[in-house]
């Protein structure tokens, strides 16, 4: 074996060693509205990447992972080479897949919660007799960002939505589910946390579901552009499938309020993407 071919080998067999990765990667999670800013929710963020990395079996400096709770913030940063992974729910996930070339591998399933959830309308009990009853109605909602969401996927079915009802984005639920129950034309499309909580409302009596979406997708994890095949990818894919099964993966996806990550539902996404109007 020559001198050169023999450098080339050993080159190869060093990339190869467990704690190897070419660039390093970064996990890019974006959720809308949500609570905290990138600033507060990076403790959490560099917890749950250490885990993920030593579970990996790479070095802790192969994978780091940051949160934007502004959608614009969260898309420039999935234009960037150095974006592997995003973690993001289903509306932000129907409204940029093509343009990010993202494509879904796991479903994060959130604290408390379940993979699939749905989403549902809250209106003054009695108010909205028929869908034209919104006409210069403010439909408040933390996916308000996406009205083509709340059109196709998460109100699919109810009819047309007049062209007057304005959108809101806002995690404020609370006070606008407080003017809804006052009479005021307010309307709110909560998720399914904000629904369970519901009940404990003063004037909950005063509230009624006016439309509720089949279980949908709640989080999805995706690979983002050419990365869906990469091996150190696959890798980092497998390591947080089983995240949940040890003590201090478990510890980190509580600090980001999930519990694990399971298989992705293709039969509910693919309904989804059909409803929202963008096949997979």
């Not at 993202?102 to 408390?112: I, N, R, S």
């Not at 939505?161 to 995690?171: E, F, I």
């Not at 579901?209 to 089949?214: D, F, H, L, M, R």
Request: hydrophobic share 50%.
């Amino acid at each position: 074996m020559t001198r050169a071919r023999l450098l080339v080998w050993l080159f190869l067999a060093w990339m190869l060693l467990p704690g190897w990765a070419a660039t390093p990667a970064t996990l890019v999670v974006c959720a809308p509205g949500y609570p905290g800013s990138t600033i507060e929710a990076q403790p959490s963020m560099s917890g749950f990447a250490a885990a993920a990395a030593t579970l990996a079996g790479v070095k802790p400096e192969s994978l780091s992972a940051i949160y934007y709770e502004q959608e614009a913030a969260g898309v420039a940063h999935l234009k960037q080479p150095d974006a592997t992974l995003a973690m993001v729910p289903l509306p932000f996930f129907l409204s940029h897949a093509r343009e990010l070339k993202l494509t879904p591998v796991l479903q994060a399933v959130q604290k408390g919660g379940a993979a699939n959830e749905a989403w549902t309308l809250v209106a003054k009990r009695g108010r909205l007799q028929n869908v034209a009853a919104l006409d210069g109605f403010e439909l408040f909602s933390l996916a308000a960002y996406a009205p083509q969401f709340i059109q196709k996927v998460a109100l699919q079915g109810y009819g047309p939505l007049p062209a007057t009802l304005k959108y809101t984005a806002s995690p404020a639920v609370l006070s606008a589910l407080r003017r809804a129950s006052a009479g005021e034309n307010v309307v709110v499309l909560l998720d399914a946390t904000q629904v369970a909580a519901l009940p404990k409302l003063p004037f909950a009596a005063e509230l009624e579901t006016v439309k509720q979406s089949a279980p949908l997708p709640s989080v999805l994890l995706c690979t983002v552009g050419a990365n869906a095949n990469d091996t150190v990818t696959k890798r980092w894919i497998a390591a947080l499938s089983k995240l949940h099964e040890k003590p201090a993966g478990a510890a980190a996806l509580d600090g980001i309020r999930l519990e694990r990550f399971v298989a992705v539902d293709a039969v509910a996404l693919d309904r989804a993407h059909v409803a929202f109007g963008a096949g997979p």
